[in-house]
């Protein structure tokens, strides 16, 4: 049981657009939804988080909307640069002493030139 | 500040073998967790240890363990390696246990043949 899925699998935007990715969860006790971003040859790092007491969160070109009704959340990247090419996983989990973050299969973006 | 490093970074086993795979945490660290990457199966949790003590536990077999020494470094050992072992393992620290906000290493690439 995948418990956080991600879409769509793979993503392709030409330089300046908007890259939108999503991600649905089905535990409503997660109350911690983060975002890393991950750089071939590198771990993942954390790019943006969210809970789920704000709808929206925003850091620079990066923004997280969050609907809790719906329990999907998605990362939008403004201005899309060839620097932003990652492959993206979002993330969700219930924050506690033993809880664990459960990742969503991540996606791959590309951004042309 | 020193990031998360982990040792050895490439390593090739053969079936059967163990292997044993090194993570020093950012100082002062407590908490470390440890996941496996492979393609298909995106980021899969592995154990959390806090204060040399399993936090919690992923769905893997017993094959696989771990242990976390006093100054929070931790160590993971997989035994009698299957060829689907084959992975990136990644060590991941935080300030203390149950947060999402990990900072992870850059892995260690097992390649089991």
């Known amino acids: 049981q995948q418990q956080v899925k991600q879409s769509p699998q793979s993503l392709i935007v030409q330089k300046g657009g908007i890259s939108i990715i999503n991600c649905a969860y089905e535990?409503?006790?997660?109350?911690?939804f983060p975002w890393y971003q991950q750089f071939p040859g590198k771990g993942p790092a954390l790019l943006i988080a969210i809970r789920p007491d704000v709808s929206e969160k925003k850091e620079g070109r990066f923004t997280i909307s969050f609907n809790k009704s719906a329990k999907q959340f998605s990362l939008h990247i403004m201005d899309s640069q060839p620097g932003d090419s990652a492959t993206y996983f979002c993330?969700?989990?219930?924050?506690?002493?033993?809880?664990?973050?459960?990742f969503g299969k991540g996606i791959t973006l590309s951004v042309r030139p | 500040k020193a990031g998360v490093t982990q040792t050895p970074r490439y390593l090739i086993k053969t079936r059967g073998q163990q292997v044993t795979l090194s993570c020093s945490p950012i100082s002062g660290h407590r908490s470390v967790s440890w996941y496996q990457q492979t393609p298909g199966q995106g980021l899969q949790f592995l154990f959390e240890?806090?204060?040399?003590?399993?936090?919690n536990k992923g769905n893997f077999p017993g094959r696989f363990s771990g242990r976390q020494f006093s100054n929070s470094r931790s160590e993971m050992n997989v035994s009698t390696l299957e060829l689907g072992d084959s992975a990136l393992y990644l060590c991941?620290?935080?300030?203390?246990?149950?947060?999402?906000?990990?900072?992870f290493g850059e892995g260690s690439r097992l390649t089991v043949l």
């Open positions: 993330a969700a989990m219930m924050t506690g002493a033993n809880s664990k973050l459960t």
């Open positions: 535990n409503t006790a997660f109350d911690y």
């Open positions: 991941a620290s935080s300030l203390s246990a149950g947060t999402g906000e990990l900072f």
């Open positions: 240890y806090f204060s040399e003590t399993q936090r």
